[in-house]
């Protein structure tokens, strides 16, 4: 099946820029997104950028498109304690119908 | 209408027995899909529906899961005979039909013992 990798943590100080990676496999993928996820909850959509664009801003959220390395990133600037969470990484491979995950990078901000 | 809804938020059951989890997806969303997240992993995605109809099944989908969508609005999940490895949180989410955003409800987290 497709691979979704992400690194499992990361910890930053409040205030500072927290860059959170994942790298797929599918070249076919036609959108990639970001959801976070906090304790018992369900996932949030945070933003999602379409496989032929490399860059989209969303307010504190940048999203990072390298499609030759099949590699993504999340980067929120000015991190707050309230974005400790767990952030998914996913592709939509259209001919399957279906999201792929990855397992999720939990990230920790300290104040 | 406010998001996908799912019921209940939780489920004790006894191993052996049949449960049932219900999703409300938003409003107009032709899409419905059922993923299961066990602790620690992803969401793994379990079946799709396109308004009524079942298109994609995982093979994660053991004879004792079946899921229907019978107008084309809500959908249902059981479980029959449930096993401790059935235990997880069970997500449903909705899209639009050109539209591949799609939004998560609060899931059901079930707890076999």
């Known amino acids: 099946g497709e691979d979704v990798e992400q690194s499992l943590f990361l910890s930053v100080r409040e205030g500072d820029s927290s860059v959170i990676n994942c790298t797929y496999t599918d070249s076919s993928s036609t959108y990639l997104y970001w959801y976070k996820q906090e304790p018992g909850a369900g996932l949030q959509l945070l933003t999602y950028i379409f496989s032929n664009m490399d860059m989209k801003q969303d307010q504190r959220l940048t999203v990072l498109l390298n499609k030759k390395d099949k590699h993504l990133s999340l980067r929120i600037a000015d991190t707050q304690t309230g974005d400790s969470a767990i952030y998914f990484c996913a592709e939509y491979i259209g001919t399957g119908n279906q999201f792929y995950f990855g397992t999720g990078t939990s990230l920790t901000v300290i104040p | 209408d406010t998001g996908v809804s799912q019921d209940p938020r939780h489920k004790i059951t006894k191993r052996g027995q049949n449960v049932t989890f219900r999703c409300d997806p938003i409003s107009e969303h032709n899409r419905l899909y059922w993923y299961r997240q066990t602790l620690g992993q992803g969401p793994e995605f379990l079946t799709y529906?396109?308004?009524?109809?079942?298109?994609?099944k995982s093979r994660l989908l053991s004879d004792r899961f079946s899921a229907e969508r019978p107008k084309g609005s809500f959908s249902t999940l059981e479980i029959q005979r449930t096993e401790q490895g059935d235990s997880a949180m069970y997500l449903c989410a909705s899209s639009q039909q050109r539209n591949t955003e799609a939004f998560f409800g609060q899931g059901t987290r079930l707890t076999v013992v």
């Open positions: 529906f396109q308004n009524e109809a079942q298109l994609e």
